[in-house]
Each structure stands twice: as C-alpha cells, then as structure tokens.
C-alpha cells in the first residue's frame, strides 16, 4: 500500500486540479479564492451539477490587497450560480475534495509568492474522521447527509446539535458591489512588483541631504532701478552693474568649510547612482550618516549664532559702500522724486542719503532673516519598482558600492517576480 503523503505544497493551480478531478462534493475555505481555482469551481458546478459545493471566504477588501484572492475569482463565481459565504478574519486554509482533505497556509501574494514545490510545503492531508468532522461544521449539505446517515438516534441529536464554525452569511450583491468598487478606485499594486521591490528594501533607501540659506557668501543684491538710472562711474561699472555682494567671498561669515564637510559626508555615505537615479545609502550605515548630519548640524547652529552677531554689521557696511557709491551720482543728477518734493529746490545731501537708504532698505536683508532660512535637511524615500526595474539599475549600485555582492539579491530579485507556480 502506497503511504498517505503527509505534507504537500497547495497552490491556486493545484487546488483547480484537485476539483477538476471531483466526483461527489467540494469544500472550500480560505481567506480569499484566486481565478485559477473559481473557474474550475465554476467548470464542475456547471459540468457535473449535482456535485455539493461550500465556499467559505472573507471577502474584505483589505484581505484582497493582502493578495489572498481576486475580487474577479469570486465574480466568477457569482456569474455560475455559485453562493459564496462571507466569513470574516478567517486565515486558515481547508480545502476537501471527496475523501481526501488538507488544512493549508494560504499564500498573502503581497509578501511571497506561492510554494514552489512539495519541498516547502504549506498543507497537511487530514485523516477520514477529521475530514468528516470538518465537513459537518462547514456544509450544511454534509450536514443533513451526515444526520440521515448516522447509526442511532442519539449520533444522529449529536451532529444536529454541532454549530456551523465560520460564517454562514452569503456575499450577497451589495456586499460584492462595496468591496468591488473599493478594488476599482484605488486598485492593489501587482504583487510580483511589490515583492521585488521588498528585496532591496532592506539594503538601500534613496536620500537627499540639503545645506540651504547658509552661503551668504553668494548672495547679492539686485540695485532698485531708481538708483540705476542715476549713472555709473567707469571705475565700479565692472563691480556693481545691477547687483552687489552681500559679503565678501573668502570672509569668515562664509559657509564654505560646511559646504565641504557636506561633500565630504555625500562622499562616504551617498554615492550617486547617476543623475536619473539620485543618491542611495545602505541602511547598515543610515545610523552613523545620521550621526555625522548632526554633527554638521550642531556646526550649522553654531556658525548661525556668529553670524547672527557680526552680520548686521556687515550688512551696513555693504549698505553704506552702496550709499557712498551713488550719493555724488545723485547729487550730479537728483532724482526727480527728491525734485517734486522740495519747496525751495534745494535738496541737502542728508536727504539724498536718506532717499537712497529708502531705497536700498526694499533690498537688503536682515540678518535675522537670512540667518532664520539656515537648515540642513535630510530625507529618506524607500527603493521603487520604477527605478529598480531600468536596466543600469544594478550596474549603477555595483559600481556605488563595490565591496557588496549584489549578485545574490538581484537574483532574488528576479524570482520574485515570478508569478507561474
């Protein structure tokens, strides 16, 4: 006598078989049902109609993007006259087929795909008692059959008095047409995608780490036009044109030995993948790039708090040099805003310097200002389908970082897009 196979891996395309072959009665019960095993479900209800059938799921929308069934399946089997019984929170498998059954793990498509052979199973066959014992409690038709069949009276008030397990409310059309239409406005993402994106996922994460508002040393001023046309001397047309620096260049207000020690920082930890994919970090090391990002910050908010005591000061001077440069050019030439508003004609230089001041102070900063927009900011966004899936994607990460062998999770990559079990 051949020995009962104990343990078996049951997929979608295994199940269809197991009920292609069914002679007298078909139990179902899973979290969800996929198409394979509604059209054959929906193959014997037609072919062979007096075959019993009893399908037993938790048709929730949140069970379907868990990648336990299809809303299709079970519209499959709506369309053939199948009932299909709602039975909330189940997560077990069972699955009987005239006398052979299996308890089973179904698959949630959305973290793995389906076993891919009897090497890692997810079933173990039940014994004859327990089949039967299963059957009672979710098919009332077995339960009828079970009554009539009995020995004596008394295993007959027995079985009549078990109670049914799982739900016994049918997925009536309202309840299908919610769930339905919640799968059509915001549909699941293909599960192969997903599970090939969890595969880098734990590796990499793409970062973006900014350094804003503290280069001073590159900001400028644009002249207001009103002082423009007052003229230029030959001698600071080359400097001045329509914008002057807030500060000089190499002064000790400048954010130079930051910006370098954010290179330095990008350099160890976010190596460029090329201009369409951005920077990447490997999480193994996402804590000590952390680290050395508030180390720079602890230096930010010190070189904030100079700059915030010698910058107004700085700022004036640039003002007064502006002021200085232009004040013989509008007392040459007045403008006519000064004109129009003096009774005598007679206009003093403290009232052109005063207008001038007018008009720079619409210009120029504070330096509480400028000191506020100072931030250094990092931010993470996890690995995607689209960009995992363009074809220089593991050269560029090979080449990012090449003491790590790639090879075996690209592999792993690829097998989780597999989706034929």
Request: with cysteine.
């Amino acid at each position: 006598m051949k020995p009962k196979i104990l343990l078996s891996a049951l997929t979608d395309k295994r199940i269809a078989n197991c009920i292609g072959g069914a002679r007298q009665r078909i139990i179902y019960a899973a979290p969800g049902i996929q198409i394979n095993t509604a059209e054959a479900l929906a193959n014997i209800a037609r072919a062979s109609p007096e075959i019993q059938l009893c399908v037993n799921i938790d048709f929730d929308e949140h069970v379907l993007r868990m990648g336990y069934g299809r809303v299709e399946a079970v519209e499959t089997l709506k369309n053939s006259t199948i009932e299909v019984n709602h039975s909330p929170g189940l997560r077990s498998g069972i699955l009987i087929v005239d006398s052979h059954g299996w308890v089973f793990t179904p698959t949630a498509l959305y973290l793995e795909a389906e076993p891919q052979s009897d090497e890692t199973p997810n079933a173990v066959a039940l014994s004859s008692e327990q089949i039967q014992e299963i059957a009672i409690r979710l098919s009332p038709a077995e339960k009828e059959k079970a009554i009539s069949n009995a020995p004596t009276p008394e295993a007959s008030d027995e079985i009549a008095s078990t109670q049914p397990e799982l739900g016994v409310e049918t997925v009536d059309e309202k309840h299908f047409e919610q769930v339905n239409q919640a799968i059509k406005t915001a549909p699941p993402v293909k599960f192969d995608v997903v599970r090939q994106v969890r595969v880098f996922e734990p590796y990499l994460q793409y970062v973006e780490i900014s350094l804003s508002g503290a280069a001073l040393q590159r900001k400028r001023v644009r002249i207001p036009k009103s002082l423009l046309t007052l003229g230029s001397s030959k001698d600071l047309e080359g400097k001045l044109k329509t914008t002057f620096d807030l500060i000089e260049k190499g002064g000790k207000l400048s954010s130079k030995s930051l910006e370098d020690e954010l290179h330095t920082i990008r350099k160890n930890f976010t190596p460029s993948l090329g201009k369409d994919h951005g920077r990447v970090v490997l999480k193994a090391a996402k804590a000590k790039l952390k680290e050395r990002i508030s180390e720079l910050r602890e230096k930010l908010e010190a070189h904030q708090q100079k700059v915030e005591e010698e910058l107004q000061a700085k700022l004036e001077d640039s003002k007064k040099q502006v002021v200085d440069y232009y004040l013989p050019l509008a007392k040459t030439n007045p403008p006519d805003e000064l004109v129009g508003g003096s009774l005598n004609n007679q206009i003093e230089d403290k009232d052109i310097r005063d207008w001038i001041e007018e008009q720079l102070d619409t210009v120029f900063p504070s330096a509480e200002s400028l000191v506020s927009k100072m931030t250094l900011e990092d931010r993470y966004k996890d690995v995607t389908f689209e960009t995992l899936n363009r074809e220089d994607f593991l050269e560029s990460v090979k080449a990012a970082f090449p003491r790590v062998d790639w090879e075996k999770a690209y592999n792993e990559f690829r097998a989780a897009g597999e989706e034929d079990v």
